[in-house]
């Protein structure tokens, strides 16, 4: 009967140590995934602080150039404007020479 016991105790050990051994390899490989996912988290937090600064320097270089661009559209509006009434004048100071002009042709004859 003791031999039976010391038997089974030593399956018993056996069977502890095993777990054991498994325990310590399950823990180092869940310690080797949490380091490798904290690497990637890392890596990603970084590339998005990256991409956030590249982000803002080009939306502000955006927001410049837009401005101006509104600023050179004003000025070609004010000159159109301007082109436009002297247009306008010339077309009424032509008109009114073509008058005086013809005016004069009938005068002559």
């Known amino acids: 009967m003791e031999q039976e016991y010391s038997l089974k105790e ?5 069977r502890v140590r ?18 490798a996912q904290q690497k990637t988290s890392q890596r990603w937090k970084e590339e998005a602080k990256t991409l956030t600064v590249t982000f803002h320097t080009k939306l502000t270089s955006l927001k410049g150039e837009l401005t101006g661009q509104k600023q050179r559209c004003q000025e070609l509006e004010i000159q159109l404007e301007t082109d436009h009434e002297t247009i306008v004048e010339l077309s009424i100071m032509t008109s009114q020479r073509r008058k005086t002009s013809s005016m004069a042709d009938l005068e002559s004859l």
């Open 18 to 35: 095993e777990l054991e051994e498994s325990s310590r390899s399950s823990s180092a490989e869940l310690t080797r995934l949490l380091s």
């Open 10 to 14: 030593q399956g018993l050990d056996a």
